[in-house]
């Protein structure tokens, strides 16, 4: 059978029920020299749909690894559908395509490959324009991040931007001390996708000292931590709010930047692995206290 006969049956069924199917030339590649025979059948789109099953659910396997290997995006994420080629024609495939996402979404029908990846291309340079950045006629094209924060007591990762908003970020939390009469604390910064510090990638620290004697738990130490588009730094600014004082520094997000696409949602999936282990470390250690900085060790 020719290729566009095949792909005018696909479309054929597309709309009805029933086909009454005559092909006026099958050749067999094993007796090439036999006169050519005609087949007439009558096929229902029911009998079509189970002859096709294995070949359905492989393409919802298939869009399942697809969801999975993205990494960052779920299901859940996933907006917009379009159905292209001949097969997305079959109102059976549509169905349990529907079927797998399971929520409302928007879908797109076109007959033209052409045409999808025409409109793919042009939906991500739309969202590509806000993740490209020129510096003196040079662009910036942004992969993967990870996940990145400071350490507090307990060996905790307080998270200041996480793996989907890492590439610009602009934000302060507030902590305070561990011990009684503190007089230095120090910010260690973190790169990773576990609760605590010891399974994740240090970065670099900077110090404060100076704070005037208090109990623990009552002085106020003020961490700002930015980061922007294509830069391989993380800008840090730590202040007591009671005298004021301030150091700045900068320490290098060389984990994201040494590593290739893989590595980098290698750690992001181990992190979603051992998501449930991980939220049950976080409300121990809430329990316990989290926002305390350690004193220079």
């Not at 479309?11 to 009454?20: D, H």
Request: glycine share 6%; aromatic share 8%.
């Amino acid at each position: 059978m020719k290729r566009s006969n095949a792909k005018g049956l696909v479309i054929v069924l597309g709309a009805l029920m029933v086909l009454n199917f005559i092909s006026p030339a099958i050749v067999s590649a094993d007796t090439p020299s036999v006169v050519p025979t005609t087949l007439a059948i009558e096929l229902t789109r029911t009998q079509f749909e189970e002859l096709n099953m294995d070949l359905f659910m492989i393409t919802i396997t298939a869009i399942d690894q697809a969801v999975r290997d993205s990494v960052i995006f779920a299901k859940e994420d996933i907006q917009h559908i379009i159905f292209s080629g001949g097969s997305a024609n079959i109102p059976f495939l549509q169905s349990v395509v529907k079927d797998y996402f399971d929520h409302p979404k928007k879908y797109y029908r076109s007959k033209q490959p052409e045409t999808a990846v025409v409109f793919g291309a042009a939906k991500r340079g739309h969202q590509q324009e806000h993740d490209m950045h020129s510096d003196q006629g040079v662009a910036c094209c942004l992969g993967p991040y990870l996940s990145v924060g400071i350490e507090t007591a307990g060996g905790m990762m307080v998270q200041y931007a996480d793996y989907m908003s890492a590439h610009e970020f602009d934000k302060v939390l507030t902590f305070s001390t561990a011990i009684d009469n503190q007089e230095r604390v120090v910010i260690r910064v973190y790169e990773g996708e576990r609760a605590t510090t010891s399974q994740n990638v240090y970065l670099g620290d900077i110090k404060l000292s100076g704070i005037p004697p208090a109990p623990k738990g009552v002085p106020q130490i003020r961490v700002r931590m930015s980061a922007k588009y294509c830069d391989s730094h993380i800008e840090l600014i730590v202040m007591d709010v009671a005298t004021e004082r301030t150091n700045t520094g900068t320490v290098s997000r060389w984990t994201t930047f040494a590593h290739d696409d893989e590595e980098i949602y290698k750690k992001i999936s181990e992190g979603q692995a051992f998501e449930k282990e991980d939220r049950l470390i976080w409300e121990n250690a809430e329990a316990a206290g989290t926002m305390t900085l350690l004193p220079e060790y």
